[in-house]
């Protein structure tokens, strides 16, 4: 899954990387994400759009050659009145098994199956649903569970060996690995696990857990700024809007050229850290819009020797690391917020 701009790394570059590691397809959410991929990366390369279809968009997948994963009877009447009759059309259907959000009913799988196998004009490819709780797929009496015996139905009407069958998020996929249960293989579509993000477990016993440990998965993304500005602050001086911190002593508050727009959340100001030289120094005052600061009182240095310091947001340096994970929990969100709020003016350096 490279949507949202591949969680914020780069759709391009990573999907460069991951057809040159032999992935099948690519998979995004619109309509415009799959045709930037599509100019860039040529004609032979699968691209699956999630997004339900317009008639404008129906027409675009036609022309750019997408592959759309279909949720509803409507979409289908937009592609059939949009296909030529001789067409060959490549889609995915999805269904829904309990997320209720997007796909057809599991009953409409056999008159699905009846439609498809009398119009040619349509290669269908694959069928496929949306778990709400993969990280209980270890559990054999969990919600995934529950889900993927639904979608079990779905997939004896579409027995044939060309119609592929996936359903498998990152939650699942590592939760499925600590498995002590023999589970029926499914395909899976790779999400945050890709950029070295590792799931929970939902209530894991100690089997799972030692399992869960032992998957090694490293951040891909690292976010890294420079120190642009250094201010002496006096002892009870409150520093950036409404003074939400007051120096304790006389300090040494250093500035970043990274604030909210970039994608590091006005919900960190005061809790989050950031490392410099190896060593962990807190964000103070509130993270504004273009800029954050962070207390580097502790690094002993003088405000001159700071100009130009490397410090990290996300990642490692030294025997210190931050995780997209923490800043989440600080936040009171997921790491997948995190890494996509990434804002494009934030330069990506791939090495």
Same mark, same amino acid.
């Given at each position: 899954?490279?949507?949202?701009?591949?969680?914020?790394?780069?759709?391009?570059?990573?999907?460069?990387?991951?057809?040159?590691?032999?992935?099948?397809?690519?998979?995004?959410?619109?309509?415009?994400?799959?045709?930037?991929?599509?100019?860039?990366?040529?004609?032979?390369?699968?691209?699956?759009?999630?997004?339900?279809?317009?008639?404008?968009?129906?027409?675009?997948?036609?022309?750019? +050659? *997408?592959?759309? /994963?279909?949720?509803?009877?409507?979409?289908? $009447?937009?592609?059939?009145?949009? !296909?030529?009759?001789? %067409?060959?059309?490549?889609?995915?259907?999805?269904?829904?098994?309990?997320?209720?959000?997007?796909?057809?009913?599991?009953?409409?799988?056999?008159?699905?199956?009846?439609?498809?196998?009398?119009?040619?004009?349509? +290669? *269908?490819?694959? /069928?496929?649903?949306?778990?709400?709780?993969? $990280?209980?797929?270890?559990?054999? !009496?969990?919600?995934? %569970?529950?889900?993927?015996?639904?979608?079990?139905?779905?997939?004896?009407?579409?027995?044939?060996?060309?119609?592929?069958?996936?359903?498998?998020?990152?939650?699942?996929?590592?939760?499925?690995?600590?498995?002590?249960?023999?589970?029926?293989?499914?395909?899976?579509?790779?999400?945050?696990?890709?950029?070295?993000?590792?799931?929970?477990?939902?209530?894991?016993?100690?089997?799972?857990?030692?399992?869960?440990?032992?998957?090694?998965?490293?951040?891909?993304?690292?976010?890294?700024?420079?120190?642009?500005?250094?201010?002496?602050?006096?002892?009870?001086?409150?520093?950036?809007?409404?003074?939400?911190?007051?120096?304790?002593?006389?300090?040494?508050?250093?500035?970043?050229?990274?604030?909210?727009?970039?994608?590091?959340?006005?919900?960190?100001?005061?809790?989050?850290?950031?490392?410099?030289?190896?060593?962990?120094?807190?964000?103070?005052?509130?993270?504004?819009?273009?800029?954050?600061?962070?207390?580097?009182?502790?690094?002993?240095?003088?405000?001159?020797?700071?100009?130009?310091?490397?410090?990290?947001?996300?990642?490692?340096?030294?025997?210190?690391?931050?995780?997209?994970?923490?800043?989440?929990?600080?936040?009171?969100?997921?790491?997948?917020?995190?890494?996509?709020?990434?804002?494009?003016?934030?330069?990506?350096?791939?090495?």
């Amino acid at each position: 899954m490279v949507k949202a701009d591949a969680y914020g790394h780069g759709a391009i570059v990573v999907s460069q990387a991951v057809l040159a590691e032999g992935a099948e397809y690519l998979g995004v959410a619109t309509v415009e994400e799959g045709i930037e991929l599509r100019e860039v990366l040529g004609e032979q390369v699968r691209i699956l759009t999630f997004a339900p279809l317009s008639l404008e968009s129906a027409q675009a997948v036609i022309e750019r +050659d *997408l592959t759309p /994963v279909i949720s509803s009877w409507p979409e289908i $009447e937009l592609l059939e009145k949009s !296909l030529h009759p001789k %067409a060959q059309f490549p889609v995915h259907l999805k269904f829904n098994t309990g997320m209720f959000r997007l796909g057809f009913s599991v009953g409409d799988a056999d008159k699905l199956s009846k439609y498809f196998a009398n119009h040619a004009q349509f +290669d *269908l490819q694959g /069928v496929c649903t949306h778990l709400t709780d993969g $990280e209980d797929a270890h559990n054999p !009496l969990g919600q995934s %569970a529950h889900q993927l015996k639904n979608f079990s139905n779905v997939t004896r009407a579409f027995h044939s060996e060309k119609v592929f069958h996936h359903a498998l998020n990152s939650s699942a996929l590592i939760a499925r690995a600590t498995s002590e249960a023999r589970l029926a293989p499914l395909g899976a579509r790779t999400g945050i696990s890709l950029y070295g993000v590792k799931p929970r477990l939902l209530e894991p016993g100690p089997a799972e857990l030692d399992k869960w440990q032992a998957i090694d998965l490293k951040p891909a993304l690292s976010l890294e700024t420079k120190i642009v500005l250094t201010q002496p602050v006096e002892s009870g001086q409150g520093v950036s809007y409404n003074r939400r911190w007051t120096s304790e002593k006389n300090s040494v508050v250093a500035v970043l050229p990274v604030g909210y727009a970039d994608g590091f959340h006005r919900r960190l100001s005061n809790v989050s850290r950031a490392l410099v030289r190896g060593k962990s120094v807190p964000v103070v005052g509130m993270v504004c819009m273009d800029y954050t600061l962070i207390d580097a009182t502790a690094l002993g240095l003088e405000s001159k020797d700071l100009y130009g310091e490397s410090v990290i947001l996300i990642g490692s340096q030294g025997s210190e690391e931050i995780l997209a994970s923490e800043l989440a929990e600080l936040s009171g969100t997921n790491p997948y917020e995190i890494l996509t709020s990434i804002s494009r003016r934030v330069p990506r350096v791939y090495e």
